[in-house]
């Protein structure tokens, strides 16, 4: 592991500063001054960078990483001064319901049920706060167990029961796990209710939760806004109006409440140069632009399946735990620029940020006479976001000249920080510490050229850290096995196994005397309250979109009388938002003896059926074998069905599931791809 040390070649980067001559050429750049003083005061209180970790399942495959490229990725994330040195995390609080790339189990799947050692959120704030102990921590449900609604898909109607459970989750954070949660939102990105908003407060106050903060509605400014300047009382009890994808811009009544204003979701965009310089852009000007004093990025990492909604649209990539292989993407090192050298509770400098050339700059301070410029001049095409559209805008090559007053006219030399993103090269410099900048009787001069950034700063402390590299990438194994025979397993969820609509979970089968003792259950009985379209069945997906001929054998266990039901599938095309759109090929066994072999998910596009003697409550082995245009089916090792003609999906992962929100059973599970 490594720190880079500072990089002398800074003569090259047209670097000037001071009132000396200018150097070659620099004349026509057009040149503007911005004052920097905090003698009338200081802007907004600063909240922090951070990274949300679900909304869903974004953090999946991330867990079955061996070490230490497991502590290597944390590292990067977490470890202050050392890569992204990420101040807030924010988590779902599962709800067995899709909420983007997978579902995310809730700690309380039934009424009286619950398990706080489910899904990876717990671990992964421990990790967090293990490297940072000062990290803030934000849990916000996607969806809910169906309990919480009582049949109806709506966590409003029983405001006790909701406000219940979510204190429960807050509760069991610090029994079980000592973490800390500082901030609870309402219901991600779906409609809020000031009934149920002032009952969370009352009942967080009322278990000694006092310091845990409200963020509302974590949707659009408005109606949240509008609402909390009518209604005093709700306006007491939410701390934070947290907006998503709000294209760095706010609006009128959310200034009015007074409130802190957060982009409490944002950047979503695939994690290249592009990505990193929508982040660069957004970092600054939603304050600039918009007087948000916080930005979290969806997501943490991409530890998904590629092919899932929304592939690689993390800070950093980690998908491959098979092989180890991670990539320390540049939106890494564009949050660098900014978590490194503020902390949350720093303060903005009144400013207006705009630079005359295009681009923006915010400064910061600690208020002992620590201070922070980051400067950023993305230009248009080279920083849009995934949404909302961006209008056009221009940045041209400019020079800057800060005049620093008040408490900072006494500051001489400033640490330099320095990304140029390459785009037409391809060579991207990121996250390099240049020679110190001195200032020269309050004033120091910097030539911007487009798609930079630029930290300055007091601040001695910033590192550019690295491990060696990763093992280079790698396919998902082409032969692959689970038994699921693990006593105590470190989470509650099989590896690789990524649950798209239900929840599987290590099974102990106490009653069983046999070979299945220790299986995969699939655990969700009713339809949660959903936040996408969660399909009708359940499914989980495994291995490599890119698999073509196939052989899936699974051991599986209907629990469900009468009309319960089962399947193996390969050439599976979807997953995520659109799970309920889902293609393959689908061999089905159900409890009346029968069985299907579909086309689809939703088990409408029937390519064969008939009578295969399967019963519930005992063990039976599917196989299904896909080569090339022709599928056929095993029961038990004996040839159930045969000559299948498969015309589409030419592609795509093995699945296991369900017929309904059902128990079932899944053992020795074995697939061979090509």
């Known amino acids: 592991m490594g720190c880079a040390a500072l990089l002398w070649g800074w003569l090259l980067l047209g670097f000037s500063w001071g009132l000396g001559p200018p150097g070659v050429g620099a004349a026509a750049l057009p040149t503007a001054t911005y004052v920097l003083d905090d003698a009338g005061g200081l802007g907004r209180q600063f909240d922090g960078i951070g990274a949300v970790s679900g909304g869903g399942a974004t953090s999946r495959l991330l867990v079955n990483y061996q070490e230490p490229y497991r502590s290597q990725i944390l590292d990067y994330l977490f470890k202050p001064n050392f890569g992204a040195s990420l101040h807030i995390l924010k988590v779902e609080i599962g709800g067995d319901g899709q909420s983007t790339d997978g579902t995310e189990p809730s700690h309380m799947h039934y009424e009286n049920d619950e398990n706080y050692f489910r899904g990876y959120e717990w671990w992964l704030m421990k990790e967090a706060k293990k490297r940072n102990p000062q990290i803030k921590l934000i849990g916000l449900p996607w969806t809910f167990p169906a309990w919480i609604g009582k049949g109806e ?349 239900g929840v599987f979970e290590y099974f102990m089968n106490v009653s069983d005397p046999g070979d299945h003792v220790f299986t995969l259950r699939q655990v969700v009985v009713q339809r949660p309250i959903t936040w996408a379209s969660d399909a009708d069945q359940t499914i989980s997906l495994i291995g490599n979109f890119k698999w073509v001929n196939m052989t899936v054998t699974s051991d599986i266990y209907i629990e469900k009388q009468r009309d319960g039901g089962v399947f193996v599938a390969g050439r599976v095309d979807n997953g995520g938002i659109y799970v309920r759109r889902t293609k393959g090929v689908f061999f089905w066994v159900f409890a009346d003896g029968t069985y299907r072999v579909t086309g689809d998910l939703a088990g409408e596009e029937i390519l064969m059926k008939g009578l295969s003697g399967v019963r519930d409550n005992a063990w039976h082995t599917l196989t299904l074998n896909i080569q090339g245009t022709s599928a056929s089916g095993l029961l038990n090792g004996y040839p159930l069905w045969e000559n299948v003609t498969i015309s589409k999906p030419s592609n795509g992962w093995a699945a296991i599931g369900t017929r309904s929100f059902e128990f079932a059973q899944f053992d020795n599970f074995h697939v061979e791809a090509s």
Request: charged content about 20%.
């Open 153 to 501: 898909n709506w966590p409003y109607d029983y405001p006790d029961v909701t406000a219940y459970y979510i204190i429960s989750w807050i509760l069991g954070a610090k029994q079980y796990h000592d973490l800390d949660i500082d901030y609870v939102g309402i219901w991600n990105e779906r409609a809020f209710s000031s009934k149920y908003i002032k009952l969370l407060r009352y009942t967080l106050d009322k278990h000694g939760l006092q310091q845990v903060r409200i963020i509302a509605s974590d949707r659009l400014w408005e109606p949240i806004s509008f609402v909390l300047l009518l209604d005093s009382e709700l306006h007491e009890v939410v701390d934070v109006i947290g907006a998503h994808y709000p294209g760095t811009k706010t609006v009128p009544n959310a200034l009015l409440t007074k409130k802190k204003l957060w982009s409490s979701e944002d950047y979503s965009t695939f994690n290249d140069e592009v990505g990193a310089g929508c982040w660069a852009r957004i970092l600054n000007q939603n304050y600039v632009n918009g007087n948000m004093t916080s930005t979290i990025a969806w997501n943490l990492v991409a530890s998904y399946y590629e092919e899932l909604p929304f592939g690689r649209c993390g800070l950093m990539t980690a998908q491959e735990p098979w092989s180890g292989h991670y990539k320390v993407e540049a939106p890494i090192w564009i949050t660098a620029h900014t978590t490194q050298f503020t902390q949350p509770g720093w303060s903005y400098l009144q400013v207006d940020g705009h630079l005359k050339g295009g681009g923006s700059f915010v400064a910061l301070t600690d208020g002992l006479g620590n201070l922070t410029i980051i400067i950023e001049t993305m230009t248009h095409n080279h920083s849009e976001c995934i949404r909302p559209p961006l209008p056009h805008f221009s940045v041209t090559p400019q020079r800057a000249t800060f005049y620093l007053k008040g408490s900072f006219y006494m500051v001489e030399t400033l640490q330099v920080w320095h990304s140029r993103l390459g785009f037409e090269s391809g060579n991207s410099s990121l996250f390099q510490q240049l020679y110190p900048v001195k200032v020269w009787k309050g004033s120091f001069s910097l030539d911007l050229n487009v798609d930079e950034v630029y930290t300055l700063t007091t601040l001695k402390t910033g590192k550019k850290c690295r491990f060696p590299e990763p093992p280079p990438p790698q396919p998902f194994p082409s032969n692959y096995k689970d038994d699921f025979n693990i006593l105590n397993p470190p989470f509650s969820e099989a590896p690789n196994f990524a649950d798209q609509t």
